[in-house]
């Protein structure tokens, strides 16, 4: 019964580079997605206080984002929703004053809302917290390593070096939790151990902050959000959104990666690789698995609250989408110092045509451009670079293949045989938009791949609420 009067979920997504939607509608034997979108905030900003170590996000270029994305959706639809299920972008932080975070105003026909007191974004890819400086800090109870970029980390920071910035907040959470905090109007935000666990000085384990530690130091312990189970309500909208009806229940928000995992995961014997900005390789834990109390810093792999108790074993690259965006960049940047002007989208189009044409190449890109989380100080590096292998065509195929196996290193396809895997489902846009990615994918799995959409993480955060209903 997909048909006018079957109740609609919506599912959003506050990615790093985009935000998407997808609504979704019940079918008798389950449900279709019946209309999505997908808009660049293009929120980059520079920090004040970190300089180039920095990486902020503008939160009105994110809500703008969301607001063209649920405008380009059906009204009809909208309007017959029941649930919102919202996922995004973990690790990050930003603050905002809990009795002015948002103002409500009239957006052509229905309400929406602006951003007020509102910090950036300090997000996952945020490098400001050397290795000295959280070697530096109280040790977490907690079974996963700090690392720069996850909250706790970057209020500590502030802390030590900006004091006064942390004076003007007195409310703190991810991006999607600041989202869900503005359409149920929590004054205190709360958060999904999916997040909180991404924040560094949580215990999954008992599903709590770990308050003495952080007290002893000092830590402004009035900024940690509320915490509940994903899959819970967080609440109500108070207004009628983008024709949304007032009154629709709101899901806690979620991690992305658990999102995306949750679109396509139908096996046990199914690996989720999921290449957006960052990328993932991800395996489901057994039911009643509980990860080591301490974590290894020097793992590639960890573990993350799936739902219901469950685990996810994952190799989380900060290393994906993001080396071929910034090699898009200097390609633009290159040219335009030359002075010719090109679309970023037209170098994408014509940097993948050109690797298609070029099947093979000797020439090796170790891709970390960024660092990874057990080794940030190991950076990339080109080696066996021939003069006969320069051209475009060449460089993308070698790049597109470092970034799948710097991935794959960290979570090796003997462990995946080892573990039963026998099929990769591949998620993500990086991946949807990138055929050279894909055939990249596919020479180094043993293993029949699967895709997804370009919208996963919207797809399942919407999923999660349908199965609640
Ligand atoms: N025109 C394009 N063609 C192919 N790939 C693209 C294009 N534009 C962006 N990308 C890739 O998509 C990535 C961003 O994917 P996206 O799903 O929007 O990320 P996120 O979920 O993190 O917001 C970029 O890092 C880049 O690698
Ligand atoms: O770092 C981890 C998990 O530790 C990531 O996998 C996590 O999903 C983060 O949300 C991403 O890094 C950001 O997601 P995306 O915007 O690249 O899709």
Redesign the pocket.
């Known amino acids: 019964m997909a048909g006018s009067e079957a109740s609609c979920v919506l599912g959003i997504?506050?990615?790093?580079?985009?935000?998407?939607a997808a609504l979704l509608v019940g079918t008798g034997r389950g449900h279709v997605v019946a209309a999505s979108c997908?808009r660049?905030?293009q929120a980059h900003a520079s920090s004040l206080e970190a300089g180039p170590e920095g990486m902020e996000q503008n939160v009105r270029r994110i809500i703008t984002a969301l607001n063209e994305c649920l405008a380009a959706l059906p009204q009809q639809q909208l309007q017959r929703v029941s649930h919102v299920g919202i996922s995004g972008?973990m690790h990050g932080i930003v603050f905002w004053k809990s009795d002015q975070g948002c103002r409500w105003t009239e957006c052509g026909t229905s309400p929406t809302f602006e951003p007020e007191e509102v910090s950036h974004l300090v997000t996952w890819q945020d490098s400001r917290c050397s290795p000295a400086f959280l070697a530096s800090l109280p040790p977490p109870q907690s079974h996963i390593s700090l690392a720069t970029g996850f909250g706790c980390a970057t209020v500590y920071w502030y802390l030590k070096n900006s004091p006064d910035f942390l004076k003007c907040y007195d409310a703190a959470g991810t991006i999607h939790d600041y989202v869900v905090a503005m359409l149920c109007d929590l004054k205190k935000p709360l958060m999904s151990i999916q997040n909180a666990t991404s924040w560094g000085y949580f215990n999954a384990k008992t599903k709590s902050w770990n308050t003495d530690v952080l007290k002893k130091s000092g830590f402004p312990l009035h900024l940690l959000p509320e915490v509940g189970d994903p899959g819970s309500i967080a609440g109500r909208t108070i207004c009628a959104w983008h024709g949304i009806p007032k009154g629709t229940e709101v899901g806690i928000a979620l991690g992305?990666f658990q999102c995306s995992v949750y679109s396509c995961l139908t096996e046990r014997t199914d690996a989720v690789l999921n290449?957006?900005?960052?990328a993932q390789l991800t395996i489901s834990m057994p039911p009643g698995f509980q990860p080591p109390e301490t974590p290894d810093p020097s793992s590639a792999v960890t573990y993350f609250p799936y739902f219901n108790g469950d685990y996810l074993a994952v190799a989380a690259s900060l290393n994906?989408?993001?080396?071929?965006?910034t090699f898009?960049d200097m390609v633009s940047r290159w040219m335009e110092e030359l002075g010719l002007q090109v679309q970023?989208?037209a170098?994408?189009?014509k940097i993948?045509k050109a690797a298609l044409a070029q099947d093979d190449s000797k020439l090796s890109i170790h891709p970390t451009i960024f660092g990874e989380r057990h080794v940030p100080e190991q950076l990339a590096s080109v080696t066996s670079i021939a003069a006969s292998e320069l051209s475009l065509g060449h460089v993308t195929r070698a790049l597109c293949r470092g970034i799948v196996e710097n991935l794959c290193s960290m979570l090796p396809v003997q462990r995946l045989m080892e573990t039963g895997v026998s099929r990769i489902l591949g998620s993500?846009?990086?991946l949807?938009?990138?055929e050279v990615l894909r055939q990249e994918v596919e020479r180094i799995f043993p293993f029949p791949v699967v895709y997804g959409k370009?919208?996963d993480?919207a797809v399942g955060a919407a999923m999660v609420m349908f199965h609640r209903k």
């Open positions: 997504d506050l990615g790093t580079t985009s935000v998407k997908s660049e905030t972008q992305d290449i957006s900005t960052s994906g989408g993001n080396v071929l965006a898009v970023e989208s170098i994408y189009a993948i993500g846009s990086a949807a938009r990138n370009d919208v993480a």
